[in-house]
């Protein structure tokens, strides 16, 4: 089962179950599905779908900090109930310790060594291991093994 196919059948599923927080949370991304597939010249491929639950987890990721700096626990509550839902789609995430691994690797076998290097470092990691390692957390490893 493709990944469209089981995010529209988790829809139905949820609808069943009445579990509105899933409902919600997939209906919008079906419905972004949906409409990259008509803005685009072809339906979404299953990489492209999986750019779509990221995009939204990632979202929602950045909604919960800004909620929980101003204090508003109970819009806080709803996105974590939302991101749990789409971390169900995602894959495994590196660990800390696991991206610093790479991140040395990568360094290591690039040869460089300079600060001004992070972005070829960054360009390396995320092409590999794309989905399965935050952005943020390769660049900062990197700049800190960098400086």
Not at 13 to 19: E, G, I, N
Not at 70 to 87: H, I, K, P
Not at 112 to 130: P, Q, Y
Request: aromatic share 2%; net charge negative; proline share 1%.
């Amino acid at each position: 089962m493709s990944l469209r196919e089981r995010l529209e059948a988790d829809v139905k599923q949820a609808m069943r179950a009445r579990d509105e927080v899933a409902r919600d949370t997939l209906r919008m991304v079906v419905a972004e599905v949906k409409k990259q597939d008509i803005d685009g010249d072809a339906p979404l491929d299953e990489a492209g779908v999986m750019a779509v639950v990221a995009k939204a987890a990632k979202t929602r990721h950045e909604s919960l900090e800004q909620f929980e700096k101003a204090g508003r626990e109970d819009l806080a509550a709803v996105e974590r109930a939302q991101l749990a839902v789409l971390d169900r789609y995602l894959p495994k995430q590196l660990s800390e310790d696991e991206t610093r691994a790479l991140v040395a690797e990568t360094i290591e076998r690039l040869g460089v060594t300079e600060k001004n290097d992070v972005g070829r470092v960054m360009k390396e990691i995320m092409s590999a291991h794309r989905g399965t390692v935050d952005g943020k957390r390769v660049q900062a490893l990197a700049a800190e093994l960098l400086g």
